[in-house]
């Protein structure tokens, strides 16, 4: 299955959870406006692209868990952006949430953003005991013991100097988590035992890092038109970012190692269990700055 067939699966369980429900149009008309702005959806691409590596045939309830995944990731972008958090006018290239359908309903669309996902995993053709994990890992990666708290750590690190360890830590819950699951619940999905699915995340937990690194790096360097937003936001905002605290040059170093060390656990993964780790080199490689 390609990458186009594997994308079509999730907008198709997008599609079909919203369907033509009015029980609140404008509720739907703001949720699913985020939830089409684009984007390179690959949150939900590595979670079906690592089952495929683990030689799982790729079925509609895999797609469900992609597209709960990506609903709470896009629920974030609509929260992120709003004027107590980020306030940004532009997401994507297109008017942010609020700036389209108001502060209060967008606020509510990012609500249900985060509260529709595990009532699309609990539908899902997969043994409970599956699901309940998956259920339980989505929350955890999300809530107050991940990105909502890397949040909260980010905004509170405003206007600091922040070292390192800290800046790490913040990233680790912010960005991090959410790229993590996807190798994560691939695991799980596919019966793994403990020790690999640590391994898988693990992975998740280096490119999530990477990803952040990376996103840095783009705020600074990075033009609207190539990111879709206001570039130098972070810096507008006082914020601690890997260029702030190494230097331009040395975060691109870093970002680079750091996908090195993602390559070099899935080297690994592939000794211990039938795994095709190649598509997801080709990720990997992706993210890759030129130093």
């Known amino acids: 299955m390609n990458k186009q067939e594997k994308l079509a699966l999730v907008e198709s369980a997008l599609e079909e959870f919203y369907g033509d429900q009015q029980l609140a149009a404008n509720l739907r008309e703001a949720v699913l406006y985020s939830i089409h702005a684009g984007g390179k959806r690959i949150r939900p691409y590595l979670l079906l692209e690592v089952l495929e590596s683990l030689q799982v045939p790729i079925t509609i309830a895999h797609a469900q868990v992609a597209a709960a995944l990506e609903m709470i990731h896009t629920g974030s972008l609509i929260h992120d952006d709003l004027p107590a958090m980020d306030d940004d006018d532009f997401r994507r290239g297109s008017l942010t949430n609020h700036k389209k359908f108001g502060e209060a309903l967008a606020i ?7 509260l ?3 009532a699309l995993i609990a539908q899902a053709n997969l043994p409970n005991e599956i699901k309940v994990d998956l259920i339980a890992s989505l929350s955890l990666s999300s809530g107050s013991m991940g990105m909502v708290a890397g949040q909260v750590l980010d905004m509170e690190g405003e206007g600091k100097h922040l070292n390192l360890e800290e800046l790490q830590t913040i ?3 912010k960005t ?9 619940a691939a695991g799980v999905i596919a019966e793994l035992d403990e ?3 640590i391994q898988l995340k693990t992975v998740g ?21 190539e990111i879709g937003k206001t570039p130098q936001k972070d810096l507008q905002a006082e914020k601690s970012t890997y260029p702030a605290l190494l230097g331009l040059d040395e975060a691109k170093v870093f970002c680079n190692r750091t996908l090195n060390q993602a390559n070099e656990k899935l080297d690994v993964i592939s000794q ?3 795994f095709d780790k190649e598509p997801i080199v080709k ?4 993210l890759r700055i030129n130093a």
């Open 108 to 114: 509510l669309a990012g609500d249900a953003l985060f």
């Open 116 to 118: 529709d996902p595990y």
């Open 171 to 173: 990233h680790a819950n």
């Open 176 to 184: 991090g988590k959410l790229l993590a699951f996807p190798f994560q």
């Open 195 to 197: 020790n690999l699915q």
């Open 205 to 225: 937990e280096l490119i999530g890092l990477a990803f952040q690194v990376r996103d840095d790096i783009l705020d600074v360097t990075a033009s609207f038109e």
């Open 272 to 274: 211990l269990v039938d």
């Open 283 to 286: 990720i990997v490689e992706s």
